[in-house]
């Protein structure tokens, strides 16, 4: 699929500079026929049969690998987000002994664990704009019709293609990179095409991008009083990832690829500095492209350097819920 590169997409008044929402808007009316329709998932259009098809021959071994730390692993949830709750329900005793049977009632924020933000989790802060004009007041409206429902991505069915796990903690310890995952850490676009050319990877269309910062496996390896986790996990909140940064988001755009995941709290090293905007900014409202945070790619990493192939056949399964802003990833990658 053609879409203009980062630097011909317009800058329209009243809208974020090099704005992709026409582009989409334009390949949605043409699949649907419907004047004026507006588009709901990005740069997921990139996730065409053909490209999915191609993908699907990444399986080669058969080696599976669930990319999803546990709903309950973060210590400490960042951004005031509430943490599980995990009810149990007694089917005997709700049946007054007639059956035996157990149930199980889980509360969650949707953004707890290995997920994806939607294209209206995060606004333009300088239009108060999210994704395609949706404003603040629409997206707090209520369930029914509130823009950048990741239902949206389930009547596409899903998020299926070629995954692409750019190792940069693997690159890092063979290159004498020094850094903990859990400072802030600003990994460059230059960095990345490094890691890239020394993992043998050629970036396709449409491919899912995977970034190891080693953020989930710092947290699990933490150890020590309450006190010293709060300090690291919920009151320092610091960790590495991606520039915030224009070229960060040029470069993104431009590999054409269908979606951006990593494995710490944020995508972009947190918390970010030297530019005014976040790459939150740049990916989500402006070029509508989703963010997948808090991956488990420890194992994906293991088995990619086993196997000397860092491509993979990767399939996830937002939920099918009207109006969530948000979804678990439910992804697993396959070799």
């Known amino acids: 699929m053609e879409v203009p590169k980062f630097a011909n997409l317009p800058s329209i008044p009243g809208r974020p500079t090099h704005c992709s929402w026409d582009v989409w808007n334009s390949i949605y009316q043409q699949k649907?026929?419907?004047?004026?329709?507006?588009?709901?998932?990005?740069?997921?259009?990139?996730?065409?049969?053909?490209?999915?098809?191609?993908?699907a021959k990444e399986i080669?071994?058969?080696?599976?690998?669930?990319?999803?730390?546990?709903?309950?692993?973060?210590?400490?949830?960042?951004?005031?987000?509430?943490?599980?709750?995990?009810?149990?329900?007694?089917?005997?005793?709700?049946?007054?002994?007639?059956?035996?049977?157990?149930?199980?009632q889980i509360s969650f924020n949707t953004q707890i664990s290995t997920q994806w933000d939607g294209?209206?989790?995060?606004?333009?802060?300088?239009?108060?704009?999210?994704?395609?004009?949706?404003?603040?007041?629409?997206?707090?409206?209520?369930?029914?019709?509130?823009?950048?429902?990741?239902?949206?991505?389930s009547n596409v069915g899903g998020v299926c293609g070629r995954g692409v796990l750019l190792d940069y903690?693997?690159?890092?310890?063979?290159?004498?990179?020094?850094?903990?995952?859990?400072?802030?850490?600003?990994?460059?676009?230059?960095?990345?095409?490094?890691?890239?050319?020394w993992e043998g990877i050629d970036f396709r269309p449409g491919d899912i991008l995977l970034i190891r910062t080693g953020w989930t496996s710092w947290h699990d390896s933490l150890s020590g009083d309450e006190a010293q986790k709060t300090a690291l996990t919920r009151d320092k909140h610091n960790s590495a990832g991606l520039l915030a940064a224009e070229e960060t988001a040029e470069w993104i755009w431009n590999q054409r690829f269908a979606a951006v995941a990593a494995d710490n709290p944020a995508l972009e090293a947190w918390p970010p500095a030297g530019e005014s905007q976040l790459l939150h900014e740049y990916l989500l409202p402006t070029l509508g492209c989703p963010i997948g945070e808090l991956w488990d790619l420890k194992k994906l990493s293991a088995v990619c350097a086993k196997n000397k192939r860092y491509t993979f056949f990767l399939t996830s399964a937002p939920l099918n819920v009207s109006g969530a802003i948000a979804t678990p990833a439910n992804a697993i990658a396959i070799l």
Request: hydrophobic letters at 30%; one cysteine or more; glycine letters at 12%.
């Open 32 to 55: 649907t026929g419907k004047e004026r329709g507006k588009d709901w998932i990005g740069t997921l259009n990139h996730l065409t049969p053909e490209v999915v098809a191609a993908a």
């Open 60 to 104: 080669q071994t058969g080696d599976r690998v669930s990319l999803n730390w546990p709903l309950d692993a973060y210590t400490y949830v960042g951004f005031a987000r509430k943490k599980l709750e995990f009810n149990i329900i007694d089917g005997k005793e709700i049946t007054g002994g007639r059956f035996l049977a157990n149930d199980d």
């Open 119 to 153: 294209l209206c989790h995060f606004g333009h802060t300088g239009t108060s704009l999210y994704y395609n004009g949706a404003t603040h007041e629409e997206c707090q409206s209520g369930r029914q019709g509130r823009p950048g429902s990741v239902h949206e991505w």
């Open 169 to 197: 903690y693997a690159y890092a310890q063979n290159h004498g990179i020094n850094y903990s995952p859990g400072d802030t850490h600003a990994i460059s676009v230059s960095t990345l095409d490094k890691v890239a050319a």
